[in-house]
């Protein structure tokens, strides 16, 4: 356990305005994805985890719907490069291997690649757009 930060699995029904904080600055505001983009209807049926730093307070965020596709990563920018993208992938991966899940999949944007890539997923299509921001398939099995 990091003494900065914890992750732990998250209810969206008590505390989905933690979780669309983070997403809404990291998604919204910082990469200007536009709010419909954003928001689906699988968020009630998803495993969410949500990151706190030392003080609770939230700082990083993702999930993973029923049939094994990560997604909604975010952290907040002051808080990158401290290892809470890694746990956040490292819990979620363990969730779907626990609801017995074969793979993972993931629409990683291209800046994201090499960060994925070091935990085991390889890219599998050409490419797309996805809220005006390229992205790859990628995918990894359990």
Avoid at 43 to 70: F, K, N, Y
Wanted: glycine share 10%; aromatic share 6%.
């Amino acid at each position: 356990m990091n003494a900065d930060f914890r992750i732990r699995v998250a209810d969206w029904e008590r505390e989905r305005e933690a979780m669309r904080a983070v997403r809404t600055e990291v998604f919204i505001q910082e990469q200007h994805i536009l709010p419909q983009d954003e928001w689906d209807e699988l968020d009630p049926l998803c495993v969410h985890l949500l990151a706190l730093d030392a003080e609770g307070a939230p700082v990083g965020t993702g999930r993973l719907t029923p049939d094994g596709q990560i997604g909604r990563m975010a952290v907040l920018k002051a808080r990158r490069g401290r290892g809470i993208g890694t746990a956040l992938l490292r819990t979620l991966l363990d969730s779907a291997q626990q609801r017995g899940l074969k793979a993972c999949r993931l629409n990683a944007q291209d800046h994201a690649i090499g960060f994925y890539a070091r935990h085991g997923f390889t890219v599998y299509d050409e490419g797309f757009l996805e809220g005006g921001i390229p992205h790859r398939r990628m995918r990894k099995d359990l």
